[in-house]
C-alpha cells in the first residue's frame, strides 16, 4: 500500500548531486520510522537511510555513508535524501518506506517497514 510519495528523481553526470524528498499525508509516524531504499536493475532492494523520528537517531549504509545526507524540514513532514558525488552504480528507482513504531533505533531492512512510496528514478550518466 502506497501511502507515501516521493519527487525530485532525473538523470544526472557523475559526481554531481540530486536531492530526493518524501512526504506521508495522512500518516502518523510521531513513534516510527523512515527511511530511504533504492532498487537496480536485477538487483534486490537495499536500504541506504533511515531515522527514528522520536530521537532524530539515523543511520547509513556503507555504500552512501559520507555521500548522502537525510534530513527532515523543520515540520518534520518532509524528509530529504541529498545525494552528492553520485556514481553510475547509484542508478536505481529511490523509494522512501516507514515504519509506524520503532522502539529502539530504525531499520533498513526492507520487510521491516509498513508503508512504501512508488519510487522515484534516478540515473547517473554521461
Known amino acids: 500500500q502506497s501511502q507515501l510519495v516521493e519527487s525530485g528523481g532525473g538523470v544526472v553526470q557523475p559526481g554531481g548531486s540530486l536531492r530526493l524528498a518524501c512526504v506521508a499525508p495522512g500518516l502518523n509516524l510521531e513513534h516510527g520510522a523512515l527511511g530511504w531504499f533504492r532498487q537496480a536493475p536485477g538487483k534486490e532492494r537495499e536500504g541506504l537511510s533511515c531515522?527514528?523520528?522520536?530521537?532524530?537517531?539515523?543511520t547509513y549504509a556503507r555504500s552512501v555513508e559520507g555521500r548522502f545526507t537525510l534530513s527532515l524540514n523543520a515540520a518534520r513532514d518532509t524528509m530529504y535524501l541529498q545525494m552528492n558525488n553520485l556514481k553510475p552504480d547509484d542508478s536505481a528507482v529511490y523509494y522512501c518506506?516507514?515504519?509506524?513504531?520503532?522502539?529502539?533505533?530504525?531499520?533498513?531492512?526492507?520487510?521491516?517497514?509498513?508503508?512504501w512510496g512508488k519510487g522515484a528514478l534516478v540515473t547517473v550518466s554521461l
Open positions: 518506506a516507514a515504519k509506524a513504531e520503532s522502539f529502539f533505533r530504525c531499520s533498513m531492512d526492507v520487510s521491516d517497514m509498513d508503508y
Open positions: 531515522i527514528r523520528m522520536r530521537t532524530g537517531w539515523t
